[in-house]
């Protein structure tokens, strides 16, 4: 005959399967629903997935959209957006961000920008508002001057690319000069050791307002004629001044952006308004 004690552990045992069959069987229950899906998140999504960008002008060779954005970011003035990346044998050849604000009413703003990371112009392609963007050229990347040799391991690479990234200091101009803040965990990592390009990696500047990146920096360890060495090129990421210094000399920098009156652009970077979409807590 089983004691008491047993029989409560088995009693309690059949309840708890019980409790697991019922949830598992109940479509309300908080195990089957999940968290709530970000409707704002979700059309930033829906967007970036619009998109198709060639590497060739013949479009035989379209880009990859990295299947997760590679970055999330959000700013202290109701300010969100995606950063989205879309490759060619791993490597990024176009970033973009969808990002929105406070619109009219029970809106919210959207407004779409890209840059260009590929070395040649990649092949026409449509963006919002019926507009056409056409880069005239790709990509500057230079050598890094007194960089290190890169090291013979990926996760010694990561270390130096972080120092090289850190060797630059990231500036802004909006009503008056900000110093932007580097976050040292790179947005993207991709390269292959049988490659010309080894290793690569970007890494994002941002404002005091939040994490916004508002310049992007590309570092990669390149075959060149001789050995390895390190690269770099800076991609703006907002439609203000920003510019870079090394070593306390300025080595890069760009003015305000104005998109062209036109329907096409040929820039290297372009953005400009997509459309509204409901706020999440609007009502009828």
Known sequence: MHSPRVKSLVLTLWLSVLTLLAAAQDPDSAAEKGPAPDPIRAAYRQDAEGYTFYHDAERNQPLKLVEKPIMRWANDDDWTGDVFAWTHDGRPEVVGC?????????????YHEFHLLAEKPIAPADVQNGR??????????ERLPDAPKPAETAAARLTQMRQIARGFTAFMFAEGT???????????RYGDEKS???????????WTKGTDPELILLVECRRD???????????????????LK????????????????????????????????????AKD
């Open 98 to 110: 969808i990002l929105s604000g406070p619109g009219a009413d029970k809106s919210r703003n959207v």
């Open 132 to 141: 056409r963007w056409q880069p005239a050229e790709g990509l500057k990347i």
């Open 178 to 188: 900000w110093e932007l803040r580097l976050l040292t965990q790179p947005l993207m």
């Open 196 to 206: 010309d390009v080894i290793d690569g990696a970007l890494f994002s500047y941002v």
């Open 225 to 243: 004629d001789r050995e390895p060495a390190w690269y770099f090129a800076p991609a703006r990421f907002s439609n203000r001044g920003v510019w």
């Open 246 to 281: 090394r070593a306390d000399k300025d080595v890069w920098g760009v003015y305000g952006h104005d998109e062209p009156a036109g329907k096409v652009s040929t820039k290297i970077y372009t953005t400009a308004f997509a459309r509204t979409i409901p706020r999440p807590d």
